[in-house]
């Protein structure tokens, strides 16, 4: 049950946050990451030499998600306050603050080139937003969902997400159209393969489910991990070769992408495992934790 070449040994414990570690993010080069939780506050850490850097603070309820710019100079943050932090990375200074979702934000994402943000929230809706302008007001809104949005990826010309409604919706921004793939059951993560072929859904059916991205079919489910009732990352190794998620038991699991079989699992933190990131290049990864730890695993 040992995939090749998989992260498996701890390497680092990062250690600060106080109570649950919702996200923990690699860098566009994976020499930092970013972690942010329930403390309100995000991190910058080095995770290879296991040393914390730098803290953000100004969301005044938990911080849910957090994501860096490619050239690492800029972080988009979202929670419970129901606002969009824009930061300045260097000087920690909050650039721009997006208002508009009516509830909690659950995700957030920079658009290829970090001149728009993308927001998923409680309140059914998708939003972007403007890095460039000084308007504050969304500069395009999808209110299709009929349930709390968890989740969105972008691609150059997409916007994707998943909803609690089960369902994973593309929109094509430059002809405007949706298509939506109806799994059946909440969804509350997704991400893209590597080749960008597929979009890899975590369901609370504790399933993780693999989606053709051009015909919707389903090509695949992991299961094995146990996802009823927290928001849990998954992904996929930087070769596409396995999927990786976490479990409410403390696990990681490594899956194989092809036959769906355990490639590896082992007990990675005393509680829920919330959030996975792999190292864009090397074998590593990050595990973040309801236990206020976040761990750094190599092969």
Known sequence: MSGEGLPTKEANVLKGHEGAVLAARFNAD???CL????DRTIRLWNPHRGIHIKSYK????????VHVTPDNSKIVSCGGDRQIFYWDVSTGRVIRKFRGHDSEVNAVKFNEYSSVVVSAGYDRSVRAWDCRSHNTEPIQIIDTFQDSVMSVCLTSTEIIAGSV????????????????DNLGQPVNCISLSND????LASCLDSTLRLLDRTSGELLQEYKGHVCKSYK????????????????????VFFWDLVDASVASRFRAH???????????????MISASV????????T
């Open 270 to 284: 005393a509680s829920v495992v919330t959030s996975v990131s792999y190292h864009p290049k090397d074998d590593c």
């Open 165 to 180: 409604d089960g369902t994973v919706r593309t929109f094509d921004i430059r002809i405007g159209r949706e298509l939506s």
């Open 58 to 65: 100004s969301h005044g309820r938990e911080v849910r998600d």
């Open 196 to 199: 960008g072929n597929c979009t």
């Open 291 to 298: 236990d206020g730890t976040i761990r750094v695993w190599k």
């Open 30 to 32: 994976g020499n930092y």
């Open 35 to 38: 972690s942010c939780g329930k």
């Open 232 to 251: 849990l990352d998954c992904c996929l190794t930087n070769s596409d070769a396995y999927v990786a998620g976490g479990s409410e038991d403390g696990y």
